[in-house]
């Protein structure tokens, strides 16, 4: 059984930068297709980001593109989404998910492919 647990998550003044992790257990992570969505307050879960199944391809949603690095260690079967230059609208729950399906890059975005989730990291952007 695959489990995924998220951390690094807190409060961050608009323009900083926050790393989250994702730590991935029962399951080598390299031989996973993990991903980053999050939701904020009142909206629907949305894409991140994403990394292919013993790849380094990666996928990012458009607008975050150039703040967001998506990245893995498989040393340490470990998720990383560095958030830089981070804005109000920022603020929400990030969920770490995964899959051991091979996704095609069309399917990356869709939070139905993907079988675990953690449970969630609070980031807050604010002064």
């Known amino acids: 059984q695959v489990q995924v647990l998220e951390s690094g998550g807190g409060v961050v003044q608009p323009g900083g930068s926050l790393r989250l992790s994702c730590t991935a257990s029962g399951r080598a992570s390299g031989d996973l297709t993990m991903a980053w969505f999050r939701q904020a307050p009142g909206g629907d879960r949305e894409f991140v980001a994403a990394i292919k199944r013993n790849s380094h391809m990666t996928s990012y949603k458009n607008s975050l593109k150039g703040r967001f690095t998506i990245s893995r260690d498989n040393a340490k079967n470990t998720l990383y989404l560095q958030m830089n230059s981070l804005k109000f609208d920022d603020t929400a729950v990030y969920y770490c998910?995964?899959?051991?399906?091979?996704?095609?890059?069309?399917?990356?975005?869709?939070?139905?492919?993907?079988?675990?989730w953690g449970q969630g990291t609070q980031v807050t952007v604010s002064y």
């Open positions: 998910a995964a899959t051991t399906l091979g996704l095609i890059t069309s399917s990356l975005a869709g939070d139905q492919h993907y079988d675990y």
